[in-house]
């Protein structure tokens, strides 16, 4: 599980964990939104929103986010070997 802190000067940055990113109800509706084939919401500004639409497009359709309750190991260490290559930032 990696942590992230993006420095931008524009806003205040925190450090966010792949398991907070991906719990967030926010990744999940736009991971669910590519699926759907729903468009991009430029109403919701929040970044899970965006990350979840652009694992959408990597993961497989077949990829469960979840196994029951939990995040599906397979899909974090997808997201974290994308985010490795900057395919999600």
Do not use: C
């Not at 992230?4 to 907070?20: E, G, K, L, R």
């Not at 991009?40 to 929103?49: K, L, P, S, V």
């Amino acid at each position: 599980m990696r942590a992230y802190q993006h420095d931008v000067d524009q806003v205040p940055t925190v450090t966010i964990t792949t398991v907070q990113i991906m719990s967030s109800s926010a990744f999940e509706l736009g991971l669910s939104d590519v699926r759907r084939g729903i468009p991009f919401d430029w109403r919701n500004g929040e970044w899970e929103y965006e990350r979840g639409r652009l694992f959408g497009h990597i993961a497989p359709l077949n990829m469960p986010l979840r196994i029951g309750t939990k995040l599906n190991p397979k899909a974090v260490a997808l997201y974290d070997a994308a985010s490795s290559r900057r395919l999600i930032i």
